[in-house]
């Protein structure tokens, strides 16, 4: 079993409506809760990073974290062509990152 | 210019030849790290170093070598390539308490 599952899609949404991304994790010791946004032939890029259970919101981006459920989500409202990426969970315990295998994102115009 | 700059961003090379990926930022972390990309299977760890004097290797260490030449440059050998190694790479850095910020990676075909 892997340490983080997140569901690898595809998800293809319409312009405006809400995306909900989610991983689950097996390592109760994962401390640190990331999401990445790759678009295609480039590199992650960093969008939330969180630490504790609870919500962060930045702009649309809305970042979920439960760890007694070892369930995280993201979820992206309004959302617009230029969403269209794949998106990445990752965790952290001191210095190991363990991602998801990520999931692809197509909004549609 | 970007902060963490990876080259080349593309390389065919043959089974058998030595090949260096090579990494630099600018972005003053000390903590660097080399990954590989396969569809399906995500991210994965080969080797980080948390300082000049430190490298260790990830979950995917085996013909692969890297060096840290300088708190900035972080390099990552292939010395006899082989077509499984065919992936795309990436190069990432971090600080402590921060998430890890990455290149663009190298898109390298082992033929």
């Known amino acids: 079993q892997k340490e983080v599952e997140q569901d690898p899609g595809p998800l293809s949404v319409p312009e405006g409506a809400i995306v909900s991304l989610n991983c689950t994790y097996s390592?109760?010791?994962?401390?640190?809760f990331m999401w990445y946004r790759q678009y295609s032939r480039k590199g992650p890029e960093l969008l939330m990073y969180?630490?504790?259970?609870g919500n962060k919101e930045d702009g649309r981006f809305t970042a979920q974290v439960d760890k007694s459920s070892k369930y995280i989500s993201l979820f992206i409202r309004d959302s617009q062509p230029s969403d269209s990426a794949t998106y990445l969970c990752a965790m952290r315990n001191d210095y190991k990152l363990s991602f998801g295998a990520g999931t692809t994102v197509t909004v549609r115009a | 210019d970007a902060d963490v700059t990876q080259t080349p961003r593309n390389r065919i090379t043959k089974t058998g030849k030595r090949i260096m990926l090579e990494c630099s930022q600018t972005k003053g972390h000390d903590r660097m790290y080399w990954y590989r990309q396969d569809p399906g299977l995500g991210l994965r760890l080969i080797y980080y170093s948390f300082d000049v004097k430190d490298i260790n290797k990830g979950e995917i260490s085996d013909g692969y070598s890297v060096s840290r030449q300088a708190q900035a440059k972080f390099s990552l050998s292939l010395e006899s390539a082989i077509p499984n190694q065919t992936a795309l790479y990436f190069c990432a850095t971090s600080d402590l308490g921060t998430g890890q910020y990455f290149g663009a990676g190298t898109r390298l075909s082992v033929l």
């Open positions: 969180t630490y504790s259970s």
């Open positions: 390592n109760s010791a994962f401390q640190y």
